[in-house]
């Protein structure tokens, strides 16, 4: 089972950017797809942002544009840079592992993992 750490979360202002990172365990890293996923007081969890074991990525409208993630298989790390925050960016975010739905054309959080602890982002003046 793939173990995965998030962090860089905190206070930011609007418009400001934050880096996150997710340091994961276990072998064969580089295999797997890796999503960021957020979750607000409220409000059901959602993808954000998604990496493929080849570097492919996709983005939630809401965040198109001023989110990028990234991976770095030889520190078994995927990232997530925000820039232009908004408030409405606000919650607890959440690295997975990923697989790909072919009948949907979807990803969704691979059985293999967990939810971890998460890091809060708040976009507050």
């Known amino acids: 089972q793939v173990q995965l750490v998030e962090s860089g979360g905190g206070l930011v202002q609007p418009g400001g950017s934050l880096r996150l990172s997710c340091a994961a365990s276990g072998s064969n890293f580089n295999l797997n797809a890796m999503g960021w996923y957020r979750q607000a007081p409220g409000k059901q969890r959602e993808l954000v942002a998604a990496i493929s074991s080849t570097s492919g990525t996709n983005y939630a409208d809401s965040v198109k544009g001023r989110f990028t993630i990234s991976r770095d298989n030889a520190k078994n790390t995927v990232y997530l840079q925000m820039n232009s925050l908004k408030p409405e960016d606000t919650a607890v975010y959440y690295c997975?592992?990923?697989?790909?739905?072919?009948?949907?054309?979807?990803?969704?959080?691979?059985?293999?993992?967990?939810w971890g602890q998460g890091t809060q982002v708040t976009v507050s003046s």
């Open positions: 997975r592992t990923l697989y790909w739905d072919i009948k949907t054309r979807n990803w969704y959080p691979s059985s293999d993992g967990y």
